[in-house]
T-cell receptor, first 112, second 112 residues
Framework: GIQVEQSPPDLILQEGANSTLRCNFS?????LQWFHQNPWGQLINLFY???GTKQNGRLSATTVATERYSLLYISSSQTTDSGVYFC??????????????FGKGTKLSVKP | NAGVTQTPKFRVLKTGQSMTLLCAQD?????MYWYRQDPGMGLRLIHY???????AKGEVPDGYNVSRLKKQNFLLGLESAAPSQTSVYFC???????????FGPGTRLLVL
């Protein structure tokens, strides 16, 4: 099946700093999503981004499907950005169809 | 819209007991998923369904059964609970081709 790798596994930032989180995937996909899991455990859908670039406030994401990676940018980080960021992909053939497969996440801690 | 709801929110079981976790969604989504989340392991897919009356195995299906008798409900059953099934269980639903991955609040299960 598809492998999803995220880096870095842990990231500590000072409030106001910028960061880039990376997601690599091993095979062709027809969907890629970024999620944020807040400290209370709730999973929040950030971006649906199978290709191209999207922006939502201080967050933006870029997926280069042909090179099998996606990047999540966080600018001017705030303490409320803390939590775990997950990348998830959906395969487009065989046993991966319909599966939403997650990476292990990047744990972000933003210090005041 | 309630989105995705899960019942119960928390449960303690003794080894060998059985239980059913209920997931309900009111968004008319075709796809539904059950994941478990363990420390350091990210979210792992247990079972999923691509439509009413269908189910398929995910990455870690052993010890679990599922049913999708109605489009809006996806049930996860543990026939004989084991301590290794102590985890947080998340249900999710998706609208294929659009924004994927609407998650419920999770169920914390402790098996003693």
């Amino acid at each position: 099946g598809i492998q999803v790798e995220q880096s870095p596994p842990d990231l500590i930032l000072q409030e106001g700093a910028n960061s880039t989180l990376r997601c690599n995937f091993s095979d062709s996909v027809n969907n890629l999503q970024w999620f944020h899991q807040n400290p209370w455990g709730q999973l929040i859908n950030l971006f649906y981004i199978p290709s191209g670039t999207k922006q939502n406030g201080r967050l933006s994401a870029t997926t280069v499907a042909t090179e099998r990676y996606s990047l999540l940018y966080i600018s001017s980080s705030q303490t409320t950005d803390s939590g775990v960021y997950f990348c998830a992909v959906v395969g487009n053939y065989g046993g991966s169809q319909g599966n939403l497969i997650f990476g292990k996440g990047t744990k972000l801690s933003v210090k005041p | 819209n309630a989105g995705v709801t899960q019942t119960p929110k928390f449960r303690v079981l003794k080894t060998g007991q059985s239980m059913t976790l209920l997931c309900a969604q009111d968004m008319n989504h075709e796809y539904m998923y059950w994941y478990r989340q363990d420390p350091g392991m990210g979210l792992r897919l247990i079972h999923y369904s691509v439509g009413e009356g269908t189910t398929a195995k995910g990455e870690v299906p052993d010890g679990y059964n599922v049913s999708r008798l109605k489009k809006q409900n996806f049930l996860l059953g543990l026939e004989s609970a084991a301590p290794s099934q102590t985890s947080v269980y998340f249900c999710a639903s998706s609208d294929p081709g659009r924004n994927w991955g609407y998650f419920g609040p999770g169920t914390r299960l402790l098996v003693l």
